[in-house]
């Protein structure tokens, strides 16, 4: 989670384009990736040992208080920045939705998935693959239909059904592999496979040579070669200092609050400050306000339910 939340945060990185730094912006996306298939593990265990009821319960106070508290925040300080104001609204598409942290693609998604989960969670169990298969035959109908005349339009309601779509795959999957409780050494191997075509597939959109439905076959590959790419952070994770591994533990832990907090922080930083200081002073100092904030975030909203209970 602490990579993955990683990888996204250098995606939004507006400050350089200096390697490795632009590897992110070809391949950082895919921490969104990681972050759903987790999220799809980990909602098994709770949807295992919980009542609907109280799985819901527990998703509303995860979610919902961040949102708003993130959001309400935000919003305030996109109205008191007079003269940027247009600058950030085109960027960041801020409005008063923002209160709700709904200017977020990823939130919109992320409810409908919470929502949907319990029925998903019963129909892997009874049907396993074939869900599977019908869940990635609506991905490839969003894919030539819905999604090309979307585009990246996220806020109207084809929007946010088509950017859900687009992630339900692989957060199918993970939940598919969370009520299994393991991968098999072979699906390993094969999910290497798909993980070098989904690279490959990512080399080609780069390319002229890119045409109609490659994004879909990228995607599809990606859902299956995410196990690999998730050994291969674990890999990783294991030859890193230890102070290395908390900073990560951090990220991980503060995953939401830090994906709520640190575009917009980014933004504000690039418009107000690019002109005066040096990139390599601005991405650290964009780093650390979003990780205070994160963390100002979290501790004030463990206090208040601790304070509510």
């Known amino acids: 989670m602490g990579i993955s939340m990683l990888s996204i945060m250098l995606f939004h990185q507006y400050f350089t384009s200096a390697i490795p730094f632009n590897y992110f912006h070809n391949f950082g996306y895919w921490g969104v990736d990681i972050f759903m298939y987790l999220s799809g593990m980990g909602l098994v265990t709770s ?9 819901y319960k527990r998703r509303f106070k995860r979610l919902f208080p961040s949102c708003i508290l993130c959001g309400t925040t935000k919003y305030f300080t996109f109205l008191i920045m007079g ?63 819905l999604r ?8 109207s309601i084809p929007g946010v059904i088509s950017w859900t779509i687009e992630r339900l795959p692989v957060f199918t999957a993970g939940m598919f592999v969370g009520i299994n409780k393991k991968l098999s050494d072979k699906t390993i191997n094969i999910s290497y496979l798909f993980l070098f075509i989904a690279i490959s597939l990512r ?13 879909a076959c990228e995607y599809i590959s990606l859902t299956f070669g995410i196990p690999a790419l998730i050994v291969f952070c674990i890999i990783v994770i294991k030859v890193l200092p230890s102070y290395v591994k908390c900073f990560l533990n951090f990220m991980g832990s503060y995953s939401l609050e830090l994906y709520l907090t640190h575009e917009f922080i980014f933004w504000v930083l690039k418009i107000c400050l690019e002109d005066k200081y040096s990139p390599w002073i601005l991405l650290p100092s964009a780093f650390f306000l979003s990780f205070v904030a994160a963390f100002i975030c979290k501790l004030t909203i463990n206090k208040l339910l601790i304070q509510h209970e």
């Not at 949807?47 to 799985?55: D, M």
């Not at 104001?85 to 960027?91: A, C, D, Y």
């Not at 129909?123 to 990635?136: A, M, V």
Request: negative net charge; glycine residues 6%.
């Open 203 to 215: 080399l080609l959109r780069k390319t002229e040579m890119s045409f109609l439905g490659i994004e």
């Open 148 to 155: 090309p005349l979307v585009g990246y339009d996220w806020l």
């Open 47 to 55: 949807l295992e040992r919980n009542s609907n009821v109280v799985y």
């Open 83 to 145: 003269t940027s104001v247009s600058v950030l609204q085109e960027g960041l598409k801020i409005g008063v939705w923002s209160i709700a942290s709904l200017d977020l693609w990823f939130i919109h998604s992320i409810i409908i998935l919470y929502v949907i989960s319990p029925l998903l969670y019963h129909s892997l169990c009874n049907w396993g693959k074939t869900t599977l298969f019908f869940i990635l035959t609506i991905f490839f109908i969003n894919g030539f239909t």
